[in-house]
């Protein structure tokens, strides 16, 4: 059998970018001259990756490094065509197919450019409970990810939710709720009962965020940075002793950190 030839960009009749990158894979998942690593993997065992660099496209962004930025989106990309090269290799779809259905529904979820550019306005989310709907969804919850972030996924639940009638009138609702989950907290007897209600304590934050229209995921990870952020700053000023500081100096130098991100 004669050895696979890999498209190169050097010639005049090379592939577009994504072609190349396609029979890339195709070669790496050669059972006769691919690589033995890509050939032996599974969906379950790269969806790890797909997740990792999506995250790392986010890192990226959140650093505003666009050099970065450009080599994630890449790994994104391969992730991609990864999973798009096995399910092609099974008879299921090809990248092409991935393609195809995506363009699709953009031009269908766009009814007001693609269709009749006389609308003015569009439920981006009434279409989609439409697609879910002909796809046969018997619940509201139908295609909610469970391997999204908890608290990503906590609002997409509590958005599908609101879209049924079943939601707080208003924040107050919300945030009394937050201040009911805490006591329910403190009066927790078992560690079962602990986890339990810091759960539904967490989930009601998430709910008084997005009454306020903001991302509880966003909010956190803000939160997360300015944490690292400070505790970094208090590092640098007690030196190599801070380990060995009391709790009272600890604060003492928390406070003057917070103090030098204000005069910034």
């Given at each position: 059998?004669?050895?696979?030839?890999?498209?190169s960009t050097?010639?005049?009749?090379?592939?577009?970018?994504?072609?190349?990158?396609?029979?890339?894979m195709?070669?790496?998942?050669?059972?006769?001259?691919?690589?033995?690593?890509?050939?032996?993997?599974?969906?379950?065992?790269?969806a790890?990756?797909?997740?990792?660099?999506?995250?790392?496209?986010?890192?990226?962004?959140?650093?505003?490094?666009?050099?970065a930025?450009?080599?994630?989106?890449?790994?994104?990309?391969?992730?991609?065509?990864?999973?798009?090269?096995?399910?092609?290799?099974?008879?299921?779809?090809?990248v092409?197919?991935?393609?195809?259905?995506?363009?699709?529904?953009?031009?269908?979820?766009?009814?007001h450019?693609?269709a009749?550019?006389?609308?003015?306005?569009?439920?981006?989310?009434?279409?989609?409970a439409?697609?879910?709907?002909?796809g046969?969804?018997?619940?509201?919850m139908?295609?909610?990810?469970l391997?999204?972030?908890?608290?990503?996924?906590?609002?997409?639940l509590?958005?599908?939710?609101?879209?049924?009638?079943?939601?707080?009138?208003?924040?107050?609702?919300a945030?009394?709720?937050?201040?009911e989950e805490?006591?329910?907290?403190?009066?927790?007897?078992?560690?079962?009962?602990?986890?339990?209600e810091?759960?539904?304590?967490?989930?009601?934050?998430?709910?008084?965020v997005?009454?306020?229209?903001?991302?509880?995921?966003?909010?956190?990870?803000?939160?997360?940075?300015?944490f690292?952020?400070?505790?970094?700053?208090?590092?640098?000023?007690g030196?190599?002793g801070?380990?060995?500081?009391?709790?009272?100096d600890?604060?003492a130098?928390?406070?003057?950190?917070?103090?030098?991100?204000?005069?910034?």
């Amino acid at each position: 059998m004669n050895e696979p030839t890999l498209p190169s960009t050097a010639s005049p009749d090379a592939p577009v970018p994504l072609d190349r990158l396609v029979a890339i894979m195709a070669r790496l998942r050669d059972k006769d001259h691919g690589c033995p690593w890509d050939i032996e993997q599974t969906f379950e065992t790269i969806a790890p990756y797909t997740i990792e660099e999506a995250y790392e496209v986010a890192d990226a962004i959140a650093r505003n490094d666009m050099a970065a930025l450009k080599d994630e989106l890449g790994d994104l990309l391969l992730q991609v065509v990864f999973h798009s090269r096995m399910a092609e290799e099974a008879g299921h779809f090809s990248v092409a197919d991935v393609i195809a259905s995506i363009s699709d529904k953009m031009v269908r979820r766009h009814p007001h450019i693609f269709a009749d550019q006389s609308v003015e306005a569009w439920d981006w989310e009434a279409i989609k409970a439409e697609e879910r709907s002909s796809g046969g969804a018997d619940s509201a919850m139908d295609g909610v990810a469970l391997a999204l972030p908890a608290l990503m996924r906590a609002q997409k639940l509590q958005k599908r939710a609101a879209r049924t009638g079943f939601d707080w009138p208003d924040v107050m609702g919300a945030i009394e709720k937050i201040g009911e989950e805490i006591e329910e907290l403190l009066d927790a007897e078992t560690e079962a009962e602990r986890a339990e209600e810091a759960g539904d304590l967490l989930f009601a934050a998430v709910n008084a965020v997005r009454h306020m229209g903001g991302s509880a995921e966003d909010a956190l990870r803000a939160a997360n940075a300015k944490f690292e952020r400070r505790f970094r700053a208090m590092e640098a000023i007690g030196g190599d002793g801070f380990a060995g500081l009391s709790l009272d100096d600890k604060e003492a130098l928390w406070q003057r950190a917070k103090r030098g991100e204000s005069q910034l």
